[in-house]
């Protein structure tokens, strides 16, 4: 059995498989929540994980479960006010989905979302062939 069938959770969880990249975005933008887990310290913790900055393309709220201190934290408590708990909290975790989930129960937004388009994957590979267009001498 999954863990999702070990802790009864078919009804609230549905883990399906892969999608391309467009059904993944579709799939974000239709979410309640996203929920970001990155446990690591020091280096993997340096640099926020490439799905984040589609999840904030998306303009969905964000739950994560992420080193307080570490980049991807600081990314999103500069794009707006998403949730954020030490990914070894599991209380802290529990009271933050909870607020969320509350929020959401009560058709409340669980926040309120700017538009971060900008910072989406094709938007960033946009600016940087720009930029390199602008700057690098073209090939003779």
Aim: charged letters at 25%; a positive charge; hydrophobic letters at 45%.
């Amino acid at each position: 059995a999954t863990a999702i069938e070990q802790m009864s959770l078919q009804t609230q969880v549905i883990a399906e498989p892969t999608l391309p990249l467009d059904g993944a975005r579709m799939r974000m933008r239709g979410a309640d929540a996203l929920i970001l887990i990155q446990t690591g310290k020091g280096a993997d913790a340096a640099y926020p994980p490439a799905k984040l900055y589609e999840y904030i393309a998306a303009r969905r709220p964000i739950i994560a479960f992420i080193d307080k201190d570490s980049a991807a934290a600081a990314l999103l408590r500069d794009v707006g006010p998403h949730t954020i708990a030490a990914p070894n909290d599991l209380e802290e975790q529990a009271d933050k989905l909870l607020a969320v989930w509350r929020k959401w129960r009560n058709n409340r937004p669980a926040i309120a979302i700017p538009d971060q388009t900008h910072l989406s994957r094709p938007a960033q590979v946009a600016r940087l062939a720009a930029f390199l267009d602008k700057n690098l001498p073209a090939k003779p």
